[in-house]
C-alpha cells in the first residue's frame, strides 16, 4: 500500500482521534478522582509488534514510554495464545508502569483472523492494598497486590478469580472495580474504532501505515539531534532522598544523528520506597528529549529509536525485585532534570530550569456511620508546585511537569473525603528569580473537621524539601517544599502520619527555577509580576533591582 502526504496525515490523524476518545471514556467511566479528576491514565494504540503509534493528546508521559514495554513482554508471553476477545492485565512494576498502582491494561485487535494491533491503557488504582500508597516501605511486598502478566478475559469470558482475589485485597474495592472495568471499556472502544476504519478502508494495511508513521518521527528526531554540537556533556542531580540524600549523574553523549544517555555514577539502589525501574527511568528520559529537541512531531516509538538510555542495575534507577517502588516518581521525575543541565552546556536556547514537582498526598480515611460500621478508602489528591523556566519564557505556575496530572478540585476533595479544605493559593515569591522566572508553587492546607468521625492517615510522598530546583545561566533556584501540622510540627517528607480531629495540614508546594540573571528581566514584566502579587516588594529591590519607591516598599 502506497500513501500519499494527504492519505498518511488522515489516517494518522485518525488513529490519534480514536486514542484520543478511548481516554475521555477512561475519563468520564473511571469512579476514582486519581483517574477522573487528576487524568493520571493514558490510552494508546499500538501495531502487532507491540510498537506504539499513537498516544491520546493528554497522557501521562510515563505510560506512554512503558506501555510499549509492557506490549512487548505481553506479546513474548502470549502471543501465540492470543485471540479475539482476550485482554490481558499486569500491575508488575517490571513490566508495566513501575509501581503497583498502576494497571496496564491490553486488548489483542484481530482482522481476518490476524493480529494487527493492540489497544491500551494505564491507570493510576485509587488503592491495590498493602500498607497505602507511600515511600516508607522496604519491599515491594509490603506495597501491595501484585497481578503477574495474565489475563483479564479470556475469549471474552471475565476472569472473576482475579476479579474476587482483588476486591478481597483493597480498600475500596468498588472504586477499584469499577476503574479496571472503565479501562477494559476503554480498549474496547478502541477495537471497535479500528475495526470500523477497516470496515471503510479495506485497503489499509495498518502494518504498512505504522511503519510509515514511525519512519516520519524517526527522521524528525534524527534531524533534531543532528543540529546539536557533538560531545559528551555530563551533569549531577541532587535530591532528598529518603534519610541521605541521592545523587544522579548523567552523562548525555551527541555523535552524528543519534543520542546515549548514560546513568552510571548513580546512588545505589535504596531500601525505601523511592527506587526506579529502567523502564520508567527510560520514559522519563525520552520525554525530556523529546520535548526539547522535537516537540512538534507526534509522539510514538519512531521518535525514540536514535536515543539509548542506561543506567546500572542495582542502581536506584535500575533497581531489581524486591526492591521498594511505590514512590518511584520520587526519583524518576528528576532525569529531566538531569538531561536539561546537561544539555544546557551545548546550546543556551536548550537552557530549562528544574520544576518544583507535582505533590501527591494520599490520604487514607476510615469512617465511621450513625450505626458504627467503618469503611476504608484511600484517596490520592494532586497538588502541583511551579515549572521552571525556559529560555524565551517564564515557568508555569502549578504545573505538574514532567508530568501531566491536573490538581484536583477542593469541592471534590471536600465532598469525597469529608475533610475541609482551608487554603489553595499561589504562594508569593516560590519561582525562582531570573531574566525569565520560575513558575509558581501552591500553598494548599487541609483540617481534620473537630468533629470528624473516623481515622485519617496521609503519606506525603514529597521531595525538594531540603534540594530546590536550580536554575540556569544565572537563573535562581525555586523554593523549598514544606509540609506543616498545626503550623509548628516539619513533617518527614515521605514517612506516613496520622492526624486527628481539628488537625491542619499545610503543604507550600516548591517554585520552578529561573533561567538567566535576573537583572536581565524586562522591566514591565516586573511590575506585572509585582502587580499580580507574583513577587512581593521586597523580591522587586532585592532580586530584581527596583527601587523602594517603584516597588512601593518600605525597608
Avoid at 57 to 70: E, Q, V, Y
Avoid at 90 to 117: Q, S
Avoid at 262 to 282: K, R
Wanted: charged share 15%.
Amino acid at each position: 500500500m502506497k500513501l500519499d502526504t494527504l492519505q498518511l496525515g488522515l489516517h494518522w490523524n485518525r488513529l490519534v482521534t480514536v486514542a484520543d476518545e478511548m481516554t475521555s471514556i477512561l475519563v468520564r467511566t473511571a469512579f476514582s478522582t486519581v483517574v477522573n479528576q487528576s487524568h493520571d491514565c493514558a490510552c494508546m494504540l499500538l501495531d502487532g509488534h507491540g510498537n506504539s503509534i499513537a498516544q491520546s493528546s493528554h497522557a501521562l508521559p510515563a505510560f506512554m514510554g512503558t506501555m510499549p514495554h509492557t506490549a512487548k513482554e505481553m506479546l513474548r508471553r502470549f502471543g501465540a495464545t492470543l485471540k479475539p476477545g482476550d485482554v490481558l492485565a499486569t500491575n508488575d512494576p517490571w513490566v508495566a508502569g513501575g509501581h503497583l498502582p498502576d494497571l496496564t491494561v491490553l486488548r489483542p485487535v484481530f482482522i481476518g483472523g490476524e493480529l494487527v494491533a493492540i489497544t491500551a491503557s494505564t491507570a493510576h488504582l485509587p488503592d491495590i492494598g498493602g500498607k497505602v500508597w507511600s515511600a516508607d516501605c522496604n519491599e515491594v511486598f509490603e506495597e501491595g497486590m501484585r497481578i503477574p502478566p495474565m489475563k483479564l478475559f479470556d475469549a471474552g469470558v471475565r476472569n472473576e478469580t482475579l476479579f474476587h482475589l482483588m476486591r478481597s485485597n483493597v480498600r475500596n474495592p468498588d472504586d477499584v472495580e469499577h476503574d479496571f472495568m472503565a479501562q477494559v471499556t476503554a480498549t474496547a472502544f478502541g477495537e471497535r474504532r479500528l475495526q470500523e476504519l477497516f470496515t471503510r478502508h479495506p485497503e489499509l494495511d495498518l502494518g504498512a501505515l505504522a511503519g510509515e508513521i514511525l519512519a516520519r518521527s524517526e527522521a524528525a528526531m534524527r534531524l533534531a539531534i543532528a543540529r546539536l554540537p557533538a560531545g559528551i556533556y555530563r551533569h549531577e542531580v541532587e535530591l532528598d532522598g529518603f534519610d541521605e540524600p541521592l545523587l544522579i549523574k548523567c552523562s548525555v553523549t551527541v555523535e552524528g544523528d543519534r543520542l546515549a544517555i548514560d546513568f552510571s555514577g548513580s546512588s545505589a539502589q535504596q531500601p525505601f520506597g523511592i527506587n526506579s525501574v529502567l523502564q520508567y527511568t527510560q520514559a522519563y528520559a525520552n520525554y525530556a528529549l523529546k520535548c526539547l529537541l522535537s516537540p512538534d512531531s507526534p509522539c510514538n516509538e519512531g521518535s525514540f529509536r536514535p536515543l539509548q538510555v542506561s543506567a546500572p542495575r542495582g542502581s536506584v534507577l535500575h533497581a531489581s525485585p524486591p526492591a521498594a517502588v511505590g514512590g518511584r516518581h520520587l526519583t524518576g521525575m528528576f532525569v529531566p532534570f538531569a538531561i536539561y543541565g546537561a544539555l544546557a552546556q551545548a546550546s543556551e536556547p536548550l537552557a530549562v530550569g528544574d520544576s518544583g514537582l507535582p505533590g501527591s498526598p494520599n490520604f487514607t480515611l476510615q469512617q465511621f456511620g450513625a450505626d458504627g460500621a467503618s469503611r476504608t478508602l484511600s484517596q490520592f489528591y494532586s497538588s502541583n508546585g511551579g515549572m521552571g523556566a525556559r529560555w524565551g519564557q517564564d515557568g508555569i505556575s502549578t504545573c505538574s511537569f514532567p508530568t501531566n496530572i491536573a490538581n484536583v478540585p477542593a469541592e471534590v476533595v471536600e465532598a469525597r473525603s469529608g475533610l475541609v479544605v482551608e487554603c489553595k493559593m499561589l504562594t508569593p515569591d516560590s519561582g525562582g528569580a531570573g531574566r525569565w522566572r520560575g513558575g509558581l508553587g501552591q500553598t494548599y492546607a487541609i483540617r481534620v473537621p473537630a468533629d470528624y468521625q473516623g481515622n485519617v492517615w496521609v503519606s506525603m510522598l514529597s521531595d525538594r524539601t531540603g534540594h530546590p530546583a536550580m536554575g540556569r545561566l544565572g537563573g535562581q533556584p525555586g523554593s523549598l517544599r514544606t509540609n506543616t501540622l498545626n503550623g509548628t510540627t516539619r513533617l518527614h517528607p515521605k514517612k506516613r502520619v496520622q492526624l486527628a480531629p481539628g488537625d491542619l495540614l499545610e503543604t507550600c508546594m516548591p517554585g520552578g527555577a529561573g533561567v538567566g540573571h535576573p537583572s536581565g528581566r524586562n522591566r514591565a514584566a516586573v511590575m506585572d509580576d509585582l502587580h499580580n502579587g507574583y513577587i512581593s516588594p521586597r523580591a522587586a529591590v532585592e532580586q530584581y533591582g527596583l527601587s523602594p519607591a517603584e516597588a512601593g516598599w518600605v525597608p
